[in-house]
C-alpha cells in the first residue's frame, strides 16, 4: 500500500493513509478493543485477510501510526501499540462512529458507545486519550 503524496492536500495525504476499508479497522480494534497481536486482529468480525493484515500493519509502522516490538511473554508473538500520532486519530475514530450510528443501521449497542462518546465532547476524547497513552506509551 504506497502512501506517497499525490498532492500538498492534507485530506488527500490523511485519505492515501488511512482512506482503505480496513486501516481505520485496525486502529479501531487497538483503541475500542484492545487488541495487540496479530491474530486478534484477524478474529475481527469483517474478516480481514492475514496478508491484507500484514501489509496494513507494515504500513501503519512505517508512517509512525503504531509501533512494533516483541511479546516478552511469548517470543513468537508481536505486541502492537499506538504512538501519540495512532492516539490523535481518535476523534476521527469517534466521528465515523457518531455519523455511522445516525445514518446507517448500526449495531444497537456500538451506536450507544459511539454517541455516548461524542455526546461527551471534547473531555470524553482527552479522558480517552490519557488512557490510551497510559496503555501504549507507558
Keep these: ?31 475500542f478493543a484492545g487488541k495487540r497481536h496479530f491474530r486478534e486482529f484477524l478474529q475481527s468480525d469483517e474478516g480481514i485477510s492475514s496478508r491484507t493484515l500484514a501489509e496494513r500493519l507494515q504500513t501503519l509502522q512505517d508512517e509512525g501510526i503504531l509501533t ?17 500520532a495512532g492516539i ?11 455519523w455511522g450510528s445516525k445514518y446507517r443501521k448500526a449495531d444497537n449497542e456500538l451506536a450507544r458507545i459511539a454517541k455516548e462518546l461524542a455526546a461527551g ?8 486519550k490519557q488512557k490510551l497513552r497510559a496503555e501504549h506509551l507507558g
Excluded: F, N
Design 1 to 31: 500500500m504506497s502512501t506517497k503524496g499525490r498532492s500538498g492536500c492534507p485530506i488527500s495525504l490523511s485519505l492515501e493513509l488511512l482512506g482503505d476499508r480496513w486501516t481505520l479497522l485496525i486502529i479501531r480494534d487497538m483503541v
Design 121 to 128: 465532547g471534547e473531555p470524553a476524547l482527552e479522558r480517552l
Design 68 to 84: 512494533r516490538s516483541e511479546d516478552p511473554s511469548h517470543g513468537l508473538k508481536a505486541i502492537y501499540r499506538l504512538t501519540e
Design 88 to 98: 490523535d486519530l481518535l476523534p476521527v475514530l469517534a466521528t465515523l462512529g457518531a
